[in-house]
């Protein structure tokens, strides 16, 4: 147990919470397979820059959230959150070091997991699936992976999240 006070908790809840409100939006129908995973690209950002404070369970918390925010089955989204944050924390040391596009690649794979484990839950409850939604989510939550890094990076700095 770490004896260091730690600074900055709101700024990682707004971050939560200003990616479930992007993800709450409404979009039009062709473009709604497109949306990004914005909690799952702020849980991995957050374990990666401060893993001893964000891990598995905050992850569990939020695929909840998700879970009855989108009237999908109970710990859907928290079993696909929990297993992204749970590689996410074994592999942090060595994605963070990465370059950017680097790290993109590494962003579009923990994205193809989430999505995949998602679908299979879907396909399990016997759900038809589009084929394409397991490529669009990762592909634009990789694109967007830079933009979303540098602001969440600036955001820490700025206020001193430890």
């Known amino acids: 147990m770490s004896l ?31 949306r990004p995973a914005w909690v799952a690209l702020v849980l991995v950002y957050w374990c990666m820059a401060v893993p001893h404070r964000i891990g598995v369970a905050v992850a569990v ?3 909840l959230i998700l879970d009855v925010m989108n009237g999908t089955l109970l710990g859907q989204h928290a ?60 592909l634009t939550s990789m694109l967007l992976w830079p933009w979303v890094f540098i602001m969440l990076r600036d955001m820490r700095r700025k206020y001193a999240v430890t």
């Open 4 to 34: 260091t006070r730690h600074h900055g908790g709101w700024v990682i809840f707004a971050s939560f919470l200003m990616a479930l409100v992007l993800t709450a939006l409404k979009l039009p129908e062709w473009a709604v397979i497109w």
């Open 79 to 138: 079993l696909a959150l929990a297993l992204v944050a749970f590689v996410t924390h074994k592999l942090h040391r060595r994605v963070r070091v990465l370059p950017l596009w680097q790290q993109g690649v590494s962003i579009f794979v923990l994205m193809l997991v989430y999505q995949g484990m998602l679908l299979w839950v879907t396909a399990l409850r016997g759900t038809p699936i589009d084929s394409t939604a397991l490529w669009s989510l990762p």
């Open 61 to 63: 918390a939020a695929g």
